[in-house]
């Protein structure tokens, strides 16, 4: 069975940093690219971040575009979302999920190319 299970939210102000990571069991890790998403009450599930299975090729959405920085431990089964410069826009539960395909070189933007997801982590930020 896989599992995704976020970790490192938690409460911050505007102008800090936060790191993410999700760590994956019960899965091929290298096989997959994985993608942060998050959703803030009232909202639509918000594409924030993605990274290829080799950790060669990433996007990111453009309200976090040169702050925030997905990564991919291989070795460690783990996938990493640094945030900077965090504002109150960043208030969200932040998912991570793992790509439906395997050793797909493009990332994907779209919420239905990712299955299984976590639970989520809350991420606040206050001004």
């Known amino acids: 069975q896989v599992q995704l299970v976020e970790s490192g939210g938690g409460l911050g102000q505007t102008g800090d940093s936060l790191t993410l990571s999700c760590a994956a069991s019960?899965?091929?890790?290298?096989?997959?690219?994985m993608a942060w998403f998050r959703q803030a009450p009232g909202k639509e599930r918000e594409f924030v971040a993605a990274?290829?299975?080799?950790?060669?090729?990433?996007g990111y959405g453009d309200s976090v575009k040169g702050r925030f920085t997905i990564s991919k431990n291989n070795a460690k089964n783990t996938v990493y979302l640094q945030m900077n410069s965090l504002n109150p826009q960043a208030t969200a539960l932040y998912y991570c999920?793992?790509?439906?395909?395997?050793?797909?070189?493009?990332?994907?933007?779209?919420?239905?190319?990712?299955?299984?997801w976590g639970q989520g982590t809350q991420v606040t930020v206050s001004s």
């Open positions: 990274i290829t299975y080799s950790g060669r090729t990433t």
């Open positions: 999920a793992a790509a439906r395909t395997y050793y797909s070189t493009t990332y994907y933007a779209n919420a239905n190319s990712y299955a299984p």
């Open positions: 019960g899965l091929t890790f290298n096989r997959y690219g």
